[in-house]
């Protein structure tokens, strides 16, 4: 959502109504008026203080404290992003508590899996809008830049009801920062070294380089904020004298730019418009008898962002806001054979979207919203001119969509709130997703506090073009995929429940347990790959019942002022219920944890570590264990300039290469340093 602070303390005094049930409801629908619109951002620190007082959007599409969400709601917050020096989407979300990371097929970058469920079923956004996949299913992770980014919210679970198509594992929502009058700004660079693993063979070389800046200003009525991000990685190598190479070289940049007009207080138009940059290349050797062949492959990428919104909150309450995005993603792909084109790929998506939304007044104790979001996404791929779908040079799909949500307040301590999605798919017809949530204060007692979370909710995705269209030839890896126009869409059932005690800002502990029931999931079949000339084939199938379940735990302590701890640990298991297997690259146990120590003012050490058990490759063969950590430094020179330095995977734990059924961490130890320039607000 874009955002601008607004004072609603006349809205708020407006609740008080007999209609309303009691003191209590009054009270907690006040402070959802006075978060009101637009959204006054308070991000929490992810692992510094336990703070309650975050503002947050995802679970209910409305603004509220991250205490008061039905839906559990998971923030990354900029400190978090700063003291982490995340540089991308995918270097922010690493430490969120049961998200596991997995490279793109084919691609550099990285995809995520939630409570068991697939990159393909979890809907990432930007202030609330999607970003295109990267291959028409999966988002990259690694293709958003952060400069712009005020803080990350994170539901698990089906969210279908609120968001839609592929958010049946859950919704990563990426808030943009609000336009501030005044003039401000920041500037940050950093260069960072693979050691003995750089491209150049010298421990000393820069193997990445990074900056980005950030200027903004305006008055009361008008503000405009740009910006930019570039990261340029040389890769790394193992043995750097070889040809391979196992760590991609890429150069990623981003720009933006946003002008918000305020004709009043309650008002707001925006426009925003990005632009983004990559140029990967890809090493690697192919065996040919007798010996090994030198194979190259190299993909440009761009990606044009345009979104035109206006939001106004009327006298008697009322809320009305319009988005609407165009999106535009070339990808340009050339494989090489000893220094000689073999093959050309060119792939273009258009996705367009317009979401409209209401939210009503406090009517007898409730707050109603009603929306609509209509969809559209156009693809075509070709492979040295000749396309790669069947029979057709571009496909595409179109939704169209209404949903409705009603907040009821029970008592003093009791929130109900039902969700329905009515979403009609130009391939598929009409289906119908519904959700409800449960929230109750059971204990209080001074800084004690204990709050119950439930919610039931379907998710629905239909199938993306990808998976019934392409005929996704990456011969020089070794496999090709071939879609399955015959694929049904996948429907599921999500329980969640989950508890929450917190000692004001020194202590919380999260614990929640999930069930999600799949019908009809797709993935690629790998067990009947065809063999064709040396070339696996694979196709994608429906498995008629899966299920994912598991256990969530989260503990924030802060043990003293200097002193902050984050521990989390997910237990998870997945089971094709039909076949009685386990589904792949599901492990069944992640950990996380997290130290904070503020040594004196101004410096603080940081501490991120991961562990995740073996998972399960194929049929006969699993992917060992590992832990890496992470270690950061920051100093604040003076007001204004800070410097940091790091270390990622201290440890230096990495995959074995030589082995196929190996997934554990791709880089090693990785060192960096740098300095950021911030002024203005």
Same mark, same amino acid.
């Given at each position: ?40 951002m ?9 703070? =309650? ?6 679970? !209910? ?37 049961g998200?596991q ?12 899996s ?5 990159? #393909? ?5 930007? #202030?609330?809008?999607?970003?295109a ?12 830049? /952060? ?11 089906a ?25 401000s ?22 193997? !990445? ?32 004298q ?8 890429? +150069?990623?940049q ?17 426009? *925003? ?33 345009f979104?035109?919104? @206006? ?8 809320? &009305?806001?319009?988005? /609407? ?6 990808? /340009? ?29 406090a009517?007898?104790?409730?707050? %109603?919203? =009603? ?11 070709? &492979? ?7 029979g057709?040079?571009?496909v595409? +799909? ?9 907040d ?5 301590? %009791? ?6 999605r ?33 919610? &039931? ?39 969640q429940?989950?508890?929450?005690? @917190? =000692?004001s800002k ?34 994608? +199938?429906?498995?008629?019942?899966? *299920?994912?379940?598991?256990?969530? !735990?989260?503990?924030?302590?802060r ?16 089971? #094709? ?6 589904? !792949? ?10 130290? #904070?120590?503020?040594?004196? *003012? ?17 049929? *006969?063969?699993?992917? @060992? ?47 960096? /340093? ?8």
């Amino acid at each position: 959502m874009i955002i601008v602070i607004i004072n609603y303390s006349n809205v708020a005094d407006s609740v008080t109504d007999p209609k309303l049930s009691t003191s209590r409801t009054q009270t907690s629908l006040k402070k959802s008026l006075q978060l009101g619109f637009p959204l006054l951002m308070i991000a929490s620190t992810a692992m510094a203080d336990v703070t =309650l007082d975050a503002v947050v959007v995802t679970a !209910t599409r409305t603004e509220r404290r991250v205490e008061d969400t039905p839906v559990r709601t998971e923030v990354i917050s900029r400190e978090e992003i700063e003291k982490t020096h995340a540089r991308t989407l995918k270097d922010a979300i690493e430490n969120i508590p049961g998200l596991q990371l997995r490279e793109v097929h084919g691609k550099s970058g990285y995809e995520l899996s939630l409570q068991g469920l697939s990159s #393909d079923q979890v809907l990432v956004l930007i #202030d609330g809008l999607p970003i295109a996949a990267s291959t028409g299913s999966t988002v990259n992770l690694s293709q958003y830049l /952060l400069s712009e980014v005020d803080h990350i919210e994170v539901i698990k679970g089906a969210a279908s009801a609120q968001y839609g198509s592929s958010a049946m594992g859950g919704v990563i929502n990426v808030i943009t920062r609000r336009v501030q009058a005044g003039f401000s700004g920041s500037v940050a660079v950093d260069v960072g070294s693979y050691g003995g693993q750089n491209d150049s063979g010298k421990a000393w070389d820069a193997g !990445t380089k990074h900056g980005q800046f950030r200027l903004e200003g305006g008055n009361e009525q008008w503000r405009l904020r740009v910006s930019g991000d570039t990261l340029d990685d040389a890769g790394f190598a193992v043995k750097p004298q070889d040809w391979s190479r196992q760590g991609d070289a890429s +150069k990623r940049q981003q720009f933006g730019s946003k002008l918000s007009w305020l004709p009043q207080a309650n008002s707001e138009v925006w426009f *925003e418009a990005s632009r983004y940059l990559e140029d990967d290349v890809q090493r690697y050797q192919q065996y040919v008898p007798p010996k090994q062949i030198p194979q190259e492959k190299t993909e440009t990428i761009s990606r044009d962002r345009f979104v035109l919104g @206006a939001k106004s909150r009327f006298d008697n309450g009322t809320r &009305v806001q319009l988005q /609407l995005l165009d999106e535009q993603y070339q990808s /340009l792909g050339q494989e090489y054979s000893q220094n000689f084109r073999v093959s050309q790929r060119d792939f273009n998506q258009q996705l367009n979207h317009l979401s409209a939304q209401v939210d009503l007044p406090a009517w007898y104790g409730q707050l %109603w919203q =009603l929306g609509v979001d209509w969809r559209k996404e156009r693809v075509s791929q070709s &492979v040295n001119g000749v396309s790669e779908f069947y029979g057709d040079k571009r496909v595409s +799909k179109e939704s169209r969509e209404l949903f409705a949500q009603n907040d009821i307040f029970i008592g003093d301590n %009791w929130e109900v709130v039902l969700g329905l999605r009515w979403q009609d798919d130009s391939d598929f017809g009409a289906h119908a997703a519904p959700k409800i949530a449960l929230r109750g204060d059971i204990w209080e007692s001074g800084d004690w506090k204990a709050v119950v979370r439930s919610s &039931v909710g379907q998710g629905y995705r239909v199938p993306n073009l990808k998976e019934r269209h392409f005929l996704f030839d990456h011969s020089s890896l070794g496999y090709m995929v071939l879609g399955n126009p015959n694929l049904k869409p996948e429907s599921s059932n999500s329980w969640q429940l989950g508890a929450n005690i @917190a =000692l004001s800002k020194q202590f919380s502990l999260d614990v929640n347990a999930y069930l999600n029931q799949v019908k009809d999931l797709i993935q690629v079949d790998e067990v009947n790959a065809v063999q064709n000339n040396g070339i696996a084939q694979y196709t994608y +199938k429906n498995i008629a019942r899966t *299920e994912t379940r598991g256990l969530e !735990t989260t503990l924030d302590w802060r043990i003293f002022k200097p002193f902050n701890i984050n521990a989390s640990y997910t237990w998870n298991q997945s089971k #094709d219920l039909n076949g009685g297997g386990e589904l !792949t690259r599901r492990p069944a146990h992640m950990a996380r944890l997290g130290f #904070d120590w503020k040594i004196v *003012e101004g410096s603080e050490f940081t501490l991120r570590s991961r562990y995740q058990s073996e998972e399960l490759i194929s049929s *006969e063969h699993y992917s @060992a264990a590992w832990t890496t950590a992470d270690i950061k430094f920051n100093q604040q020179i003076n007001k204004n300039i800070k410097a940091y330095i790091g270390i990622d995977n201290v440890s230096n734990v990495q995959r074995d290469f030589s082995n196929q059924n190996d997934f554990g961490p791709i880089s090693g130890r990785f060192i960096y /340093l740098g300095t950021a320039f911030a002024w203005g607000n």
